[in-house]
């Protein structure tokens, strides 16, 4: 089992960057896929990015793709999404998760609370 919380969100300008990151704790992080999903006002959890459990294969929304990179530092239990290139369409609730298989269509079981992107144009 492990506990997650988000960090990093925050209000930047179209085409800016920011870097989320997911510090994780419990006593087997590494075994976990981990992920990103957001949730705008009204809408329902979408998928973002995933990254298995070595960091060695990534997973992408199309609509993130070449602009985000998802990545992890196992020694450090700690997910991130560089988010580059930003548009007022991720504007979101940006969320963490962590589960047994990665992808788009895996099970997440564990989540944080998360942190707010708000991107202006």
């Known amino acids: 089992q492990v506990q997650l919380a988000e960090s990093g969100g925050g209000l930047v300008q179209a085409g800016e960057s920011l870097r989320l990151s997911c510090q994780a704790s419990?006593?087997?992080?590494?075994?976990?896929?981990m992920a990103w999903f957001f949730q705008a006002p009204g809408k329902k959890r979408e998928f973002v990015a995933a990254?298995?459990?070595?960091?060695?294969?990534?997973y992408y929304a199309d609509s993130v793709k070449g602009r985000f990179t998802i990545s992890r530092d196992n020694a450090k239990n700690t997910v991130f999404l560089q988010m580059n290139s930003l548009k007022p369409e991720d504007t979101a609730v940006y969320y963490c998760?962590?589960?047994?298989?990665?992808?788009?269509?895996?099970?997440?079981?564990?989540w944080g609370q998360g942190t707010q992107v708000t991107v202006s144009s």
């Open positions: 419990g006593p087997s992080f590494r075994n976990y896929a």
């Open positions: 998760g962590a589960g047994v298989v990665a992808g788009p269509e895996g099970i997440y079981n564990y």
């Open positions: 990254i298995n459990w070595s960091g060695r294969i990534t």
